[in-house]
């Protein structure tokens, strides 16, 4: 099987705090990984996407970073989080891109809900 | 732009009550829409992948279908456990890593 592990489940922290997010991923190499943030009631925003170690792309200028450090670990940082950064957040893991008939179906972890108080 | 519209936003149907949900895309060189159903709380759960248009993919009471413009989830005699939000992504355009979301439809089905 292909799990994708997130942890924390939960994690309530205070406005100004660092943060640390961790999704690893089994039974696949190299795979292309994403951070999403969904809020209340919307839809996924793409925050990172990396296609293999060390390398990550970013979607939305924000506090936020992203890096690869392993092939199946993938980690969401901030230095100092917002209020704005409450959410629930994402990763996953899509298909090999190879050419025009790629295709890119992602599956999810079970995702981390972080309250910035 | 690319673009995915999904409606309505929410339905209420009663147990049984048959009904569809809408996902209309705008996006170059469509490569690939997808059908995802997440429930509170937890990611969302891959459903199906359609291809080209006219293509159909079932799986117990859904029905995936896709046009050249919108993908309909037909769902029949749905059951209380069938609630959730249903949400749709397409992978097109210039990318080959990212999928645009649309924002979900809740189903809601009442025993």
């Known amino acids: 099987s292909q799990t994708i592990h997130q942890w924390p489940a939960t994690l309530v922290q205070p406005v100004g705090s660092p943060l640390s997010l961790e999704c690893t991923v089994e039974g696949t190499s190299n795979p292309n990984l994403y951070w999403y943030r969904q809020a209340a009631g919307r839809g996924l925003q793409l925050l990172f996407y990396s296609v293999g170690i060390g390398q990550i792309s970013s979607e939305v200028p924000q506090n936020l970073s992203a890096s690869r450090p392993q092939d199946r670990q993938f980690i969401l940082s901030s230095k100092k989080l917002l209020l704005s950064d409450s959410g629930f957040y994402l990763c996953a893991r899509g298909g090999r891109a190879t050419g025009r008939s790629s295709y890119n179906e992602q599956f999810f972890g079970p995702g981390t809900r972080l309250t910035v108080l | 732009e690319d673009q995915v519209t999904q409606s309505p936003e929410a339905l209420r149907l009663q147990e049984g009550e048959s009904s569809s949900l809408n996902c209309s895309y705008t996006?170059?060189?469509?490569?690939?829409l997808f059908w995802y159903r997440q429930d509170p709380g937890k990611g969302p759960e891959f459903l199906f992948t359609l291809y080209s248009a006219g293509e159909e993919k079932e799986k117990e009471r859904l029905k995936a279908t896709l046009t050249k413009k919108e993908s309909f989830l037909h769902i029949t005699a749905p059951k209380p456990e069938d609630s959730a939000t249903y949400l749709c992504?397409?992978?097109?355009?210039?990318?080959?890593?990212?999928?645009?979301w649309g924002a979900g439809t809740k189903l809601i089905i009442k025993p």
């Open positions: 992504a397409v992978q097109g355009g210039r990318s080959n890593y990212q999928l645009i």
């Open positions: 996006v170059s060189g469509l490569r690939g």
